[in-house]
C-alpha cells in the first residue's frame, strides 16, 4: 500500500504517500490511476511554457498537412505527465531523481486521448553513500485509451529507507 495515516498528536493524523526503499520489489507492476485525458489547451500552454515553437502541436492546419493529420501531444508533455502519475508509486520517497535513460516516443499520442502509465520494478540496490538509502530503477510504460504503447523510459531514483527522509520523524 502506497498511503498510510499516522497519528501525529491525539486525535490529529496526517497522511503519508509513497514506497520506501523496503517496499520495492525487482518484477513489481505499479499501474498508475488515474489516467489523464489531454486536451488541446494542455497541450498549447505546454508548448507557451516550454517555448517549443513547432507547429505540429498548436497549428490545426499545419498538423492537417502531416502525415499525423493533426496536431500531436508535445512529446515532453508525455513523459511529464508519465512522471508525475508514477509518483505516489514510485518516487514520492525519493531524494533524487539520478536520470532517465532509453526514451522512447513509440507511438504519437493525440489530444483527446487519454494517457495512461505503468512502472516495473527493474532493480534495486543499497546505495553506497548514503546508509538511509537505496537506488531503485523502473521502466515506465504510456498507453493511450486503446492500450497502444505511446512512451516508454527507465529512470533510476534514490529513495528513502523507512525512518529516513524528509518527514519520516513527522516534522514537516
Given at each position: 500500500m502506497t498511503q498510510t495515516a499516522k497519528q501525529v498528536a491525539p486525535g490529529r493524523f496526517r497522511e503519508s504517500f509513497g514506497r520506501h526503499y523496503e517496499d520495492f520489489s525487482v518484477g513489481d507492476v505499479y499501474e498508475h490511476r488515474p489516467g489523464r485525458t489531454i486536451?488541446?489547451?494542455?497541450?498549447?500552454?505546454?508548448?507557451l511554457l516550454t517555448m517549443n515553437t513547432h507547429p505540429l502541436h498548436f497549428d490545426e492546419e499545419y498538423g492537417k498537412a502531416s502525415e499525423f493529420g493533426r496536431?500531436?501531444?508535445a512529446s515532453p508533455l508525455t513523459v511529464a505527465l508519465m512522471v508525475g502519475m508514477s509518483v505516489t508509486d514510485v518516487s514520492q520517497q525519493a531524494i533524487a531523481n539520478l536520470g532517465w535513460r532509453e526514451i522512447r516516443m513509440t507511438a504519437p499520442l493525440y489530444?483527446?486521448?487519454t494517457l495512461y502509465a505503468e512502472s516495473e520494478v527493474l532493480e534495486k540496490r543499497e546505495s553506497k553513500s548514503r546508509?538511509?538509502?537505496g537506488v531503485v530503477?523502473?521502466?515506465?510504460?504510456?498507453?493511450?485509451?486503446d492500450r497502444v504503447e505511446v512512451c516508454t523510459f527507465?529512470?533510476?531514483i534514490l529513495v528513502a529507507k523507512r525512518g529516513h527522509g524528509v518527514g519520516s520523524e513527522g516534522n514537516y
Amino acid at each position: 500500500m502506497t498511503q498510510t495515516a499516522k497519528q501525529v498528536a491525539p486525535g490529529r493524523f496526517r497522511e503519508s504517500f509513497g514506497r520506501h526503499y523496503e517496499d520495492f520489489s525487482v518484477g513489481d507492476v505499479y499501474e498508475h490511476r488515474p489516467g489523464r485525458t489531454i486536451t488541446q489547451a494542455d497541450n498549447t500552454w505546454f508548448t507557451l511554457l516550454t517555448m517549443n515553437t513547432h507547429p505540429l502541436h498548436f497549428d490545426e492546419e499545419y498538423g492537417k498537412a502531416s502525415e499525423f493529420g493533426r496536431c500531436i501531444v508535445a512529446s515532453p508533455l508525455t513523459v511529464a505527465l508519465m512522471v508525475g502519475m508514477s509518483v505516489t508509486d514510485v518516487s514520492q520517497q525519493a531524494i533524487a531523481n539520478l536520470g532517465w535513460r532509453e526514451i522512447r516516443m513509440t507511438a504519437p499520442l493525440y489530444p483527446g486521448d487519454t494517457l495512461y502509465a505503468e512502472s516495473e520494478v527493474l532493480e534495486k540496490r543499497e546505495s553506497k553513500s548514503r546508509p538511509g538509502a537505496g537506488v531503485v530503477s523502473v521502466r515506465t510504460r504510456g498507453f493511450n485509451q486503446d492500450r497502444v504503447e505511446v512512451c516508454t523510459f527507465e529512470r533510476t531514483i534514490l529513495v528513502a529507507k523507512r525512518g529516513h527522509g524528509v518527514g519520516s520523524e513527522g516534522n514537516y
